[in-house]
């Protein structure tokens, strides 16, 4: 079946750095990409739906300056947190959509744990 | 619905027993939805969907019921094993929409 990858799968670093997280469709093209943020114990909220060749669409309340998303090809979709700081701590989740499955939900990756110091 | 608040429902049940989980979602135009399972660390994984044309939908062990009346939504999960200890989360879409709306989640404990 599709399969998401997404790397690193967990991330400490200092407060001030920048940190890029890898999300790759591993069998299918996915023109759409979806980042996600899940805080413990809550559920899942969509941050951005990242486009192939064109701009991220960020949900509102969503820093688009705070977590680029570049899309440049149809398999990977990568997310910065630039300038990351303890409050950007938290799981995120990425996933695509297989158009070739029509109406068939998203495919997730197993997430980043990101921790800032 | 939208997930709100902090403190994430739990169920336990033993090993061998039947489990419901509920969720009531508030669109009243989605159409179209979803259970997922999250282990802890891992991302959701997709377990069964139904759409709104439907009232009842079965799969491996898991049967999925929709009230489009009163906006209800469940899993049952027939002889409940340890494998199934999770997060389970239902998700909601409407129409052209291919972005679903995960509803609170419910902790699912099962003891051996």
């Known amino acids: 079946g599709a399969v998401v990858s997404q790397h690193p799968s967990w991330v400490i670093c200092k407060s001030g750095t920048s940190v890029k997280i890898e999300c790759r469709s591993l069998d299918f093209q996915a023109t759409t990409m979806f980042w996600y943020r899940q805080f413990p114990k809550q559920s899942l909220m969509l941050m951005a739906t990242?486009?192939?060749?064109?701009?991220?669409?960020?949900e509102q309340g969503v820093e688009k300056d705070k977590f680029l998303i570049n899309h440049a090809s149809l398999t990977l979709s990568t997310l910065t947190v630039t300038s990351a700081h303890p409050e950007d701590s938290s799981f995120y989740i990425c996933s695509a959509r297989d158009p070739g499955q029509g109406a068939q939900p998203q495919h997730f990756g197993d997430g980043t744990r990101l921790s800032i110091l | 619905g939208e997930s709100v608040g902090l403190h994430l429902p739990t169920l336990s049940v033993q090993e061998g027993d039947n489990s419901i989980i509920n969720c009531a979602y508030s669109n009243s135009a989605s159409d179209y939805f979803i259970w997922y399972k999250q282990e802890s660390g891992k991302g959701p994984q997709f377990i069964i969907d139904?759409?709104?044309?439907?009232d009842k939908r079965q799969g491996q062990r898991v049967t999925v019921l929709l009230n489009k009346t009163v906006k209800h939504l469940s899993l049952q999960i027939a002889a409940t094993q340890p494998g199934d200890s999770a997060v389970y989360f239902c998700a909601e879409k409407s129409g052209g929409s291919y972005i679903p709306t995960f509803g609170r989640g419910t902790s699912l404990i099962v003891h051996p």
């Open positions: 139904i759409r709104s044309n439907m």
């Open positions: 990242s486009n192939e060749g064109s701009k991220a669409t960020y």
